[in-house]
């Protein structure tokens, strides 16, 4: 069976709840209403009971009645013996005497009444019932109108309930509608530009289509920079496949000698390696992205591994006369991968030594400072741009120094990944003229 809408679902209840309701005020109003009129029959009948006591008298064996107890407001009278038979008034209906309790009984004419009976002692004399009634009309009208006013504003209310109770819900449901809606459209349209925009209140739904916007924003961005961290991929790639292909050609031509082919191989060896390298980073990029990358930590001493990187890039160096310096006493421990950190310091050190000035230095350190282990990689080179510090770690971000020397804009970017993979920070300081320098910050380890 096909589920009915929330909309249809709060009306019902509604709609029940109202009935119910309204069922139990009219039970409750038309029950209190009978008590009270009980109470009025009953309090009528003995009032009368008593006065009527108060005017028969039995003298030497003769009923001396004071007044015409017919004149008696509303309440009739009638005097029986103890056999049954009518001393005074008239016989209405048949019903056994009982003493002091109110009844209900019908004449022949279909007429009701209330019955009181009262049984009258006396010292020289038979005894005698004295019976009171009062018509129950009063009481079966009430009944009557209670029904009638029933049947008519119970269904009224009913209708008045569900149709109000659609309306109540259809407006509550309104900004629901629309967050499906958009929801839908996007969907539809794949255009993740849309919004919901939910104004008005700032209640439980304009929560929802606000952290609905939000969540797109945040899906916009993350595609947005998808597909540019694809287009410049592609872009990268293409420039140096161009070159090979060229290379290539031209060393298969018959225009090429053997030291131009020797020259072409040694150019194709040098941007397959670039590529390799670049490569390299956008499937560690991706894989940290997607959360794939199993950090493997381990505590080392960060001065060993400076050492192996300070290492690495000494031939590197000595190509552009630079001095590879070292800042590396004693031990500082910290909790990391070692390939990770390995290649994050490596990238900051071929950086030093690609950007750095011609016979000039890269100093490698490591040192701890304030609970902090810090790797530092400084370099006297021409340093970088204010304007271009706010984007040195974006992806595919290259100075124009980086696109002769074959970069492609990813190496800070990782780095920076791996930092924060390792619960820590980069920071980079530079000043036009005088130099870079850049910190790998990690939380620092006890000593071992
Ligand atoms: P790539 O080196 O491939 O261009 P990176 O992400 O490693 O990419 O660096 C981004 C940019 O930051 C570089 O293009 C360069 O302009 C600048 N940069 C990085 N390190 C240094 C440095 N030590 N000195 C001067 N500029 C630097």
Redesign the pocket.
């Known amino acids: 069976m096909k589920r009915l809408s929330i909309k249809a679902r709060v009306t019902i209840w509604y709609t029940l709840l109202v009935a119910l309701i309204a069922l139990l005020a009219a039970g409750v109003l038309f029950l209190s209403a009978r008590r009270m009129m009980h109470n009025y029959y009953y309090e009528t009948l003995t009032g009368t009971a008593q006065l009527a006591l108060d005017d028969i008298r039995m003298e030497d064996g003769e009923l001396d009645i004071d007044r015409d107890l017919d004149e008696l407001p509303s309440v009739r009278v009638a005097l029986f013996t103890t056999d049954g038979e009518l001393i005074y008034g008239r016989v209405r209906f048949d019903l056994p005497f009982a003493e002091g309790e109110m009844r209900s009984a019908t004449e022949r004419s279909g007429e009701e009444w209330y019955v009181l009976d009262t049984r009258m002692e006396f010292d020289d004399a038979e005894s005698i019932w004295l019976r009171c009634y009062i018509s129950a009309d009063a009481a079966a009208n009430l009944s009557a109108i209670g029904m009638e006013l029933a049947a008519l504003i119970l269904p009224a209310l009913v209708i008045l309930a569900g149709v109000g109770g659609y309306f109540i819900a259809r407006r509550a449901f309104r900004p629901v509608t629309r967050i499906a809606r958009t929801a839908e459209s996007i969907i539809d349209g794949a255009d993740l530009k849309k919004r919901i925009a939910l104004e008005g209140a700032r209640d439980e739904l304009y929560r929802l289509a606000k952290v609905f916007d939000d969540m797109l924003d945040r899906l916009e961005r993350s595609f947005e920079r998808e597909r540019r961290f694809t287009s410049d991929a592609s872009h990268e790639l293409r420039t140096p496949v161009a070159a090979i292909l060229a290379q290539a050609d031209f060393a298969l031509s018959d225009l090429a000698t053997p030291e131009d082919r020797m020259e072409a191989l040694r150019d194709i060896r040098l941007r397959a390696g670039q590529m390799s390298t670049l490569i390299g980073r956008l499937l560690a990029l991706t894989r940290m992205d997607a959360g794939q990358m199993r950090v493997e930590l381990e505590t080392i001493d960060l001065c060993d591994l400076a050492e192996v990187v300070a290492a690495q890039i000494e031939d590197g160096a000595a190509e552009r006369n630079m001095t590879v310096l070292r800042a590396l006493d004693g031990s500082v421990w910290a909790k990391c991968d070692q390939t990770m950190l390995t290649q994050a310091l490596l990238?900051?050190a071929e950086?030093?030594v690609?950007?750095?000035r011609e016979g000039g230095y890269v100093r490698v350190g490591v040192h701890a400072q304030g609970g902090e282990a810090r790797l530092v990689?400084e370099?006297d080179?021409?340093?970088?741009a204010p304007e271009?510090m706010p984007h040195?770690?974006e992806r595919f971000?290259?100075?124009?120094?980086?696109r002769q020397?074959g970069?492609?804009?990813?190496?800070?970017?990782?780095?920076r990944l791996i930092a924060r993979l390792h619960g820590g920070r980069v920071e980079a300081e530079?000043a036009p003229g005088k130099?870079?320098r850049?910190v790998i910050v990690l939380p620092l380890e006890a000593e071992q």
């Open positions: 990238n900051l950086n030093a690609k950007y750095g990689v370099d080179g021409p340093g970088i271009a040195i770690f971000y290259q100075g124009d120094s980086s020397a970069g492609a804009g990813l190496g800070l970017s990782l780095v530079s130099g870079s850049f």
